[in-house]
């Protein structure tokens, strides 16, 4: 199919009729949602995390910088706090714990 061709002109083309109606209504990887938007609080777990109430981003409990849940990489499950970068992680457990 050349560039620039529309899905329903393909089809004309190509005599193939429409997808089922069923299908019509189903979301696919590029469809997104509405972004969300506030502080998402989430539970870490070994391995992942659960999003308890939603949001876009949960905060780094060194530095307070939003992390965007799609790239939040670093967390403690025994304090459930999450990490911007490596070095947040370092910094928090170099530091002598308050409890």
């Not at 997104?32 to 989430?42: C, F, K, T």
């Not at 999450?82 to 370092?90: D, I, K, L, N, S």
Request: proline share 10%.
């Amino acid at each position: 199919m050349p560039f620039g061709v529309s899905l329903a002109a393909a089809r004309d083309y190509l005599g193939a009729s429409p997808a089922p109606e069923w299908r019509q209504h189903l979301l696919n990887r590029y469809d997104r949602s509405p972004p969300m938007s506030g502080e998402a609080e989430v539970k870490y777990l070994d391995g992942d995390f659960r999003v308890v109430r939603p949001g876009a981003f949960v905060r780094c409990s060194v530095t307070g910088v939003p992390i965007p849940l799609e790239e939040l990489k670093y967390w403690s499950v025994d304090r459930q706090e999450a990490y911007a970068t490596p070095e947040a992680v370092m910094q928090r457990f170099r530091a002598p714990s308050a409890g």
